[in-house]
């Protein structure tokens, strides 16, 4: 790899982390829930790349960031869908006292 091409990765990398960040902070409430629906899906295709890395066992480095990689989307993707859930019950029994 060309320092060039690791410099440039590094600031789309840090680049894409600022605008995430500011993006994912001004959201309203209202929108968590379809908002955390796309993010459960971009975690779904790092789980795909995550396996291709690691299931490629090129070196043991790669093999072991690879797995550790499954294991964050999987976690990420598991509480979305637990938060979700729970965000939209307690919308639901909002609804039903009035």
Same mark, same amino acid.
């Given at each position: *790899? %060309? ?10 990398? *840090?680049?894409?982390?600022?605008? /995430? ?10 929108? %968590?829930?379809?908002? *955390? ?11 795909? =790349?995550?396996?291709?890395?690691? /299931? ?9 960031? =690879? ?12 509480? /979305? ?10 919308? %639901? ?6």
């Amino acid at each position: *790899m %060309h320092s060039v091409d690791f410099w440039s990765m590094t600031f789309v990398f *840090m680049l894409a982390a600022f605008v /995430g960040f500011d993006v994912i902070r001004n959201v309203s409430r209202l929108l %968590h829930t379809p908002l *955390m629906s796309l993010t459960n899906a971009i975690s779904a295709i790092a789980v795909v =790349g995550s396996i291709i890395i690691a /299931g490629e066992q090129k070196t043991t480095l790669s093999t072991v960031l =690879g797995t550790i990689a499954v294991a964050a989307s999987v976690t990420n993707i598991v509480s /979305g869908f637990l938060i979700t859930d729970r965000m939209l019950k307690m919308f %639901h029994q909002q609804g039903q006292k009035r």
